[in-house]
Every structure is written in C-alpha cells, then in structure tokens.
C-alpha cells in the first residue's frame, strides 16, 4: 500500500498563477483532508470531505477550492495564486471511527 | 468548540535524558486524543492514541502519554530519548461519535543534543 500520496512535492508560482494538488489514499477512507502548514501555526484545515460527493470548508478556506473526485482522490485548487499561500500543504485520509489521519508527505508551495 | 494548547514551542534536551512534552485540550463533549510526530521534511505519522480505557497510553518508538481529564491534559513522555527523536511533536483532539473535525495544537520541536 502507497498509503497517501501528494503530487507535486515542489512547486513555484507566480501570483495570479492557478494550480492543483493532487492527492490520492489506496486505504478506502471516506474522509480526506487538506492542510496548511506554516512556521508557529501548527497545521490548519482548509477543506474537508467527511465521503465522497461531500466537501466542506474548514478554518482557512478563502482562495482554494477542493473537488472529491472519488472515494480515492481529492484535489486542491489556487486559482489565482498569492504569496500568502507560500506554505508546506497537506493531505491526509482517515476513519469517522476513530478520527485517525494519515498524511501523504506535503507539498512546498512558493508564490512570487 | 475544541482547542489544544502546546505549552512549549522548542525543548532541548541531552542525549538519554527523560522528556515531557505538554499538552493541554478544551472541549466541551468527550474527546480523544492523540500525539503525531513530524520527521524534517515528513508528513505526520501517528506516535499514539487516546480512545477510552486505560488513561496511560503507549505508543511507537518507546514514548507514552497520560490522559487526565481532571486537569484537561495528556502530557507525552519518554524516559531516555535518542538523537533520532529529533522532531515536531503534535498534539491533536477530536470529539467523539461519527466524523469530528481533529484540531491540531502548533507543535513542539524537540532538540535532542548529544
């Protein structure tokens, strides 16, 4: 098992640039998650999927948008891209059993 | 509403000398709670869990942790740390019954000096 994988793990942008982060989990989760990660603020949640076909917004969502493609994978998307966004994101999947999360291995986004 | 407190942002400890991470959680349902270890340039991996039972939970790589609802906290430790411990330390709390969002405390890195 793969576990959570993210793609890319390394990306540059200029601002007003769109990307998506790919994420996939081979564990069928029904949640998966992503996260930002930046120096002195922990991990904070900006979108959600509790199944598939559900999202939600979590603390941080202005500027992203999310699509739950399957049970499998869920994206994150910067459609105009700030140099706010610079940070280390995350994925993760987990059980509603236990609220257990596993994480893929993060991506470094950097906005000029 | 839930939130999880990190007494301290940076531990520096020596080489086999015990360790106490601290962590302390509000919410105002049952919880569980966890503690998740963040290697340089890693994901998150689970170090171990609170669900319900014994208050004092063992986990990965020799460390423990104490859950006490009293004083709302749940402390992590080791007796002797190894330079390979060197890490980001998260605690983490949810509530419980269904899917509940986990909220994350900011970290506490651990410096192992040799």
């Known amino acids: 098992n793969a576990g959570v994988t993210q793609t890319p793990k390394f990306q540059v942008l200029k601002t007003g640039q769109s990307m998506t982060l790919q994420c996939a989990q081979d564990?069928?989760?029904?949640?998966m998650y992503w996260y930002r990660q930046d120096p002195g603020m922990g991990l904070r949640l900006i979108y959600y999927?509790?199944?598939?076909?559900?999202?939600d917004k979590g603390e941080v969502p202005n500027g992203y948008n999310v699509s739950r493609l399957n049970k499998r994978e869920f994206s994150l998307r910067l459609e105009s891209a700030a140099p706010s966004q610079t940070s280390v994101y995350f994925c993760?999947?987990?059980?509603?059993?236990?609220?257990?999360?596993?994480f893929g291995p993060g991506t470094r986004l950097t906005v000029l | 509403a839930q939130s999880v407190t990190q007494l301290d942002s940076q531990v520096p400890v020596f080489e086999e000398a015990p360790v106490e991470l601290r962590c302390n959680y509000s919410s105002s349902v049952s919880v569980y709670l966890f503690w998740y270890v963040q290697y340089p340039n890693q994901g998150l991996q689970l170090l171990l869990k609170?669900?319900?039972?014994?208050?004092l939970v063992k986990g990965i790589n020799g460390f423990e942790a104490e859950f006490n609802k009293s004083q709302t906290s749940f402390h992590l430790r080791k007796p002797s740390v190894h330079i390979s411990d060197t890490a980001e330390y998260f605690c983490a709390v949810s509530g419980w019954g269904g899917y509940q969002k986990v909220t994350f405390g900011i970290g506490t890195k651990l410096q192992v000096i040799p």
């Open positions: 609170y669900l319900s039972g014994s208050t």
């Open positions: 999927s509790a199944s598939e076909g559900t999202t």
């Open positions: 993760a999947s987990g059980t509603e059993l236990d609220t257990e999360q596993f």
């Open positions: 564990m069928n989760h029904n949640s």
